[in-house]
């Protein structure tokens, strides 16, 4: 057995602290998917979840790359402090529930709300239109034109369909 010597440590802390960083945060209405969707990029896994209250967070490392995800509670009453996750931000994911038609204009919203606040001015956007597995539900296309994305010019934006329980898209 090799014994490790003070340049292997220094070696190891380096290769650690040679990520570079990344802070994501997860936001939509509540029971969206956002927390599927979390631990599906960190476990590659469904878990079974109940309403987040507050946040969880996971470090995903991705080629030499760490993002620190946070996924922040969607309940209307959790919605004002969501500004509290916003500093250093440099991507946001909005989880859409492409099966909820009635609430579609509070997502709309809620966006366009949190695209305005000074911390998230260089942030990158990507929309997750979840649930595409559901008959029925919205087309990527239709979630695109409610929440008026063409609109978008301050920001790089991209939207995805997917399913967060089967981690299509």
Known sequence: MK???????KKRFYDETALTEHKVIIVGLDNAGKTTILYQFSMNEVVHTSPT???NVEEIVVNNTRFLMWDIGGQE????SWNTYYTNTEFVIVVV?????ER????REELYKMLAHEDLRKAGLLIFANKQDVKEC?????????LKLTSIKDHQWHIQACCALTGEG
């Not at 579609?104 to 997502?107: H, K, L």
């Open 3 to 9: 014994e490790e010597g003070p340049m292997d440590n």
């Open 53 to 55: 209250i507050g946040s």
């Open 77 to 80: 009453s959790l919605r004002s």
């Open 97 to 101: 529930d492409s099966t909820d038609r």
């Open 104 to 107: 579609i204009s509070v997502t």
């Open 138 to 146: 919205m087309t990527v296309a239709e979630i695109s034109q409610f």
